[in-house]
C-alpha cells in the first residue's frame, strides 16, 4: 500500500514537468508554422510561375535552377560565403562592445547624450551606400571597409535598444537600492544591466539582420570575394540563377543570425522568453 502512495506520488509530481515540456512544444509548434507554412507557400509559387513559363527562366530562374547552381558550385559559394559571413560576424560583434559602451556612457551622462545622440541620429539616416565608397578610398579594398560599413548599420539599434532598456527601471526600485546603500557600480551589475537585457536583444535580432546588409553593401562598393561580389558579377553576367542563389544564401545567413541571437536569449534570459512566449502554455497547466 505505501509502495502503492509512493508511486502516486511520483507519478504526480513528475506530471506537471511532462506538461510543461507538451505544452511548451505546443506553443512553439503554434508559433512557428505560420512563417514556415508562409515560406513554403512562396517556395511553391515560385516553382509554379516557372513551371508554367509565365515568366522566362533568364528573368526568373526556377528554384531546382537555383538549388543546382548551387551545388555545382560548392567550393565557389562556400568561399564567398565564408568571407561575408566573417566580415558580418566580427562586424556584428565590434557593434555590440561598442554599443552597449556607449550606451552606458549615455545613460551615465546627460550631458553626453545630448552631444552624442544627434550626431548618432545623423551618421544613421545617411545612406550607407552613399558613403561606403569613401571607406574604401580611405581603408583600400581589403576586409577593413566592409567590417567597418556592418558596424555602422549593427551599432545603431544596438545602442538605442540598450539605451532603452537602461532608462526603463522603475524609479523605485533605484530609490530602494540606493536606500539600501548600493553604490553606482551594484546598482548597474544587480539592477540595471540585468533589466535592459530583454531590449539589447531586441535590438540584437535588429542589428545581426542589418550586419549581414552592410557587408554586403560594402562588397558592392569594391570587393574581390563575397556574395556581394558574387551578385555584383552575376548581374554584370545576366546569370540570374548564381544571382538568385546569392541572395537566397544571404538571406539565409540572416535568417540564421537571427536565430542564434534568439536561441542565446533563451539561455540568457529563460525567464524573459518563458512569460513572453509559452506564457499561455503555462497557463493551461
Not at 512544444?25 to 505560420?34: D, E, I, L, M
Not at 545623423?122 to 558613403?131: G, N
Not at 546569370?239 to 544571404?250: Q, R, S
Request: aromatic residues 12%; contains cysteine.
Amino acid at each position: 500500500m505505501v509502495a502503492r502512495i509512493d508511486d502516486l506520488t511520483r507519478r504526480k509530481s513528475a506530471t506537471p514537468a511532462s506538461a510543461g515540456r507538451q505544452g511548451r512544444f505546443g506553443a512553439f509548434v503554434k508559433r512557428s508554422w505560420p512563417p514556415v507554412a508562409l515560406l513554403a507557400a512562396c517556395f511553391v509559387l515560385w516553382w509554379v510561375v516557372t513551371a508554367a513559363g509565365l515568366v522566362k527562366p533568364y528573368l526568373v530562374p526556377s528554384p531546382g535552377d537555383t538549388l543546382r547552381v548551387i551545388l555545382d558550385k560548392p567550393g565557389y559559394f562556400g568561399f564567398h560565403t565564408w568571407v561575408t559571413t566573417y566580415e558580418t560576424v566580427l562586424g556584428f560583434g565590434i557593434a555590440i562592445v561598442v554599443g552597449v559602451l556607449a550606451a552606458v556612457l549615455m545613460v551615465s551622462s546627460p550631458a553626453v547624450e545630448k552631444t552624442v545622440y544627434p550626431l548618432l541620429l545623423f551618421a544613421q539616416v545617411i545612406p550607407k551606400i552613399a558613403i561606403a565608397p569613401l571607406f574604401v578610398v580611405w581603408l583600400g579594398f581589403g576586409l577593413t571597409p566592409k567590417i567597418f560599413v556592418a558596424v555602422l548599420m549593427a551599432f545603431f539599434p544596438v545602442v538605442i535598444s540598450m539605451v532603452t532598456g537602461l532608462k526603463s527601471i522603475d524609479p523605485e526600485m533605484l530609490q530602494l537600492s540606493a536606500t539600501m546603500g548600493a553604490g553606482r557600480g551594484q546598482t548597474f551589475r544587480k539592477i540595471r544591466f540585468p533589466a535592459s537585457l530583454p531590449y539589447l536583444f531586441s535590438g540584437l535580432k535588429i542589428a545581426a539582420t542589418l550586419a549581414v546588409t552592410g557587408a554586403v553593401v560594402g562588397e558592392f562598393v569594391g570587393a574581390n570575394a563575397g556574395l556581394g561580389y558574387v551578385i555584383l558579377q552575376a548581374n554584370g553576367n545576366l546569370d540570374t540563377p548564381v544571382l538568385f542563389a546569392g541572395l537566397f544564401i544571404m538571406s539565409l545567413l540572416g535568417v540564421v543570425l537571427f536565430v542564434l541571437v534568439e536561441v542565446l536569449e533563451y539561455f540568457v534570459l529563460p525567464w524573459h522568453v518563458s512569460r513572453r512566449s509559452d506564457s499561455g502554455a503555462v497557463a493551461t497547466i
